[in-house]
């Protein structure tokens, strides 16, 4: 019997225990070991997944892609349980969009993004996200170095762990970073939603290799920045789209991945992306995903993908490692997530 996720009527994913208390610590990381203050918090028992479906039964294929949720929301992360306690965002956050093309949400997101960017993030840099300490080496590191950005300042930070994070999502098909595949992207064409300002997609394409990546952004003051400060790649456009209206702007069927660094969360219809990813991807692409998620930001997420097809093939929580680059204070309430959802291939149809 084919694994088919449209048994799965509906998915309710709950987190079902209260965060460990937190500690302090220091951890050595970057060229020049230098320590930063970070949380890290004892292991204990992991969230689980309780998966509640509308047949009467599921069959044990359905039951094993649901238990993927099992081991998320860890207890590494700052989850808290109470219902009285507030969404929060992580310091520094990518480019929401908003549920219609011009809508309120997105005139706001363009406007900001155009006139306050500059603050919000240093304009020596190219990456701007809160970077993960993985403890992994970079290929070509030379390609993130940026005129007058000395090695150690915040600015350094945010273009080498910034591009760490960048590498983890393009390189790790599943659960555990030992599946890394540095190919996997190899070839392949790939899609950005919200690439800001565009130096995580011009350094992937560089090390990878794509047949094609497209990197969009919904504020058009940052495609002009990628047109303007990166050198022309024949695999790298640079497009003005808007995350709510995938499926208006590409075809059916035409992307093998569709990433999304740190913005999914602050979109305003999140279901809504998922559903365009899903509608770009052929059969058997992927859609990688990572950002700060509330429980409910990430029930969502986990929700739709199955509502639309997609099997989840990873749902990691890497808060500790964002945490450790000192980027970023990711609050109570919030657990940095590395997603991944496969569209079935043509062979698993049902």
């Not at 390189?171 to 950005?192: H, I, R, W, Y």
């Not at 952004?217 to 920045?225: G, L």
């Not at 509330?294 to 490692?321: F, H, P, W």
Request: proline share 5%; hydrophobic share 40%.
């Amino acid at each position: 019997m084919a694994v088919a996720s449209s048994a799965l009527v509906r998915t309710r994913a709950v987190a079902a225990a209260l965060a460990p208390p937190r500690v302090t610590t220091r951890i050595r990381h970057g060229r020049d070991g230098h320590s930063v203050a970070t949380s890290a918090v004892a292991l204990a028992e992991q969230r689980r997944c309780l998966v509640q479906s509308a047949a009467a039964t599921v069959a044990s294929a359905d039951v094993k892609l649901a238990q993927h949720c099992d081991r998320r929301f860890s207890a590494g992360s700052n989850a808290q349980t109470t219902s009285q306690h507030q969404e929060a965002e992580p310091v520094i956050s990518g480019p929401g969009v908003g549920g219609d093309q011009t809508s309120l949400w997105t005139r706001f997101v363009q406007w900001s993004y155009t006139y306050l960017g500059q603050w919000v993030f240093p304009q020596t840099t190219s990456i701007c996200n809160c970077g993960a300490d993985l403890g992994i080496l970079l290929p070509q590191p030379e390609l993130l170095h940026r005129p007058g950005v000395e090695q150690g300042t915040k600015e350094w930070q945010m273009q080498m762990f910034g591009a760490s994070l960048y590498w983890h999502v393009a390189t790790v098909p599943g659960e555990k970073p030992a599946q890394a595949n540095p190919e996997m992207l190899s070839g392949a064409d790939v899609l950005e939603v919200a690439c800001m300002r565009g130096g995580g997609a011009h350094y992937l394409t560089q090390v990878v290799k794509p047949r094609l990546y497209v990197a969009t952004d919904v504020v058009q003051a940052n495609i002009n920045y990628c047109q303007k400060e990166h050198a022309p790649l024949p695999e790298l456009r640079f497009e003005t789209a808007d995350a709510m209206q995938l499926e208006a702007a590409y075809t059916e069927s035409s992307f093998d991945f569709v990433i999304c660094i740190q913005a999914a969360s602050s979109f305003e219809d999140l279901a809504r992306f998922v559903r365009g990813a899903a509608h770009v991807l052929r059969p058997g692409g992927r859609l990688l995903v990572t950002d700060g998620f509330t429980r409910n930001k990430l029930q969502a997420l986990l929700n739709t993908m199955i509502e639309v097809g997609l099997d989840l093939d990873a749902c990691a929580d890497i808060s500790r490692n964002v945490h450790a680059v000192g980027l970023c204070t990711i609050p109570n309430g919030l657990s940095f997530m590395r997603v991944v959802g496969r569209k079935a291939s043509a062979d698993n149809a049902v």
